[in-house]
């Protein structure tokens, strides 16, 4: 069963320490993705990775790194630097760029309360 | 990217049609027009694209003006189920595969 995994659903923190959420993909995807969405906003990306070893910042990238060493794995430490961590996070993959139909298939997000 | 302007939130009874409108005026020729649904404490659903054919698939339909600067999707059969946040996004495939969300329209289906 093809799909992109998240975990935990729910995971919570002492302010001050780092913390890393997991996402993992089985679609063969070349491409992951990590976004943040805070309550009634829309998704805002923090890094994407278009091929494994290589990955780039998004719009929201400070407080947050990324590692891409297996095309099925995309971790995301958040780390102290971040001011405001509690949020919704959401993990996708997608079809390298120049294929048209470009779907970004999403994990279920992971909620993290730092306090 | 190009901007979208969607309103903020619409209704619909529950086996009616729901249309949901997005501006885009700005779009740029090589721009394809990309719908997106959230349902609540849920991941983003990929439902349709189209470039500036009107566009049909099992979730839903797309219809794009011929000057391309406005959209609708088309739910034809509303259910509850189809209770979400539909998000519209202008791209081009080749611009770095970023996918830029708005705050869509909140679409409640009432019984």
């Known amino acids: 069963d093809g799909g992109i995994t998240q975990s935990p659903k729910y995971l919570f923190r002492k302010e001050g320490q780092n913390v890393t959420l997991s996402c993992e993909q089985n679609?063969?995807?070349?491409?992951m993705y990590w976004y943040r969405q805070d309550p009634g906003q829309g998704l805002r990306l923090i890094y994407y990775?278009?091929?494994?070893?290589?990955?780039q910042k998004g719009d929201i990238a400070e407080g947050y790194s990324v590692s891409r060493e297996k095309k099925e794995s995309f971790p995301l430490t958040v780390t102290s630097a971040q001011k405001n961590p509690t949020a919704f996070y959401l993990c996708?993959?997608?079809?390298?760029?120049?294929?048209?139909?470009?779907?970004?298939?999403f994990g279920p997000g992971t909620r993290l309360t730092v306090t | 990217d190009a901007k979208t302007t969607q309103p903020t939130s619409m209704d619909c009874a529950e086996g009616r049609a729901a249309n949901l409108p997005c501006n885009h005026s700005?779009?740029?020729?090589?721009?394809?027009v990309y719908w997106y649904r959230q349902i609540h404490s849920q991941g983003p659903q990929y439902i349709i694209h189209?470039?500036?054919n009107n566009e049909t698939n099992e979730m839903a339909s797309l219809i794009i003006t011929e000057d391309r600067k406005s959209s609708t999707l088309i739910l034809p059969h509303a259910t509850l189920r189809d209770t979400a946040v539909y998000y519209c996004?202008?791209?081009?495939?080749?611009?770095?595969?970023?996918?830029?969300f708005g705050t869509g329209t909140r679409l409640a289906v009432r019984p």
């Open positions: 996708a993959s997608s079809n390298r760029a120049g294929t048209v139909r470009y779907e970004q298939y």
């Open positions: 679609l063969n995807h070349d491409a």
């Open positions: 990775s278009q091929i494994v070893n290589d990955f």
């Open positions: 700005t779009i740029s020729g090589n721009e394809y």
């Open positions: 189209g470039l500036k």
């Open positions: 996004i202008v791209r081009v495939p080749s611009s770095g595969d970023k996918l830029t």
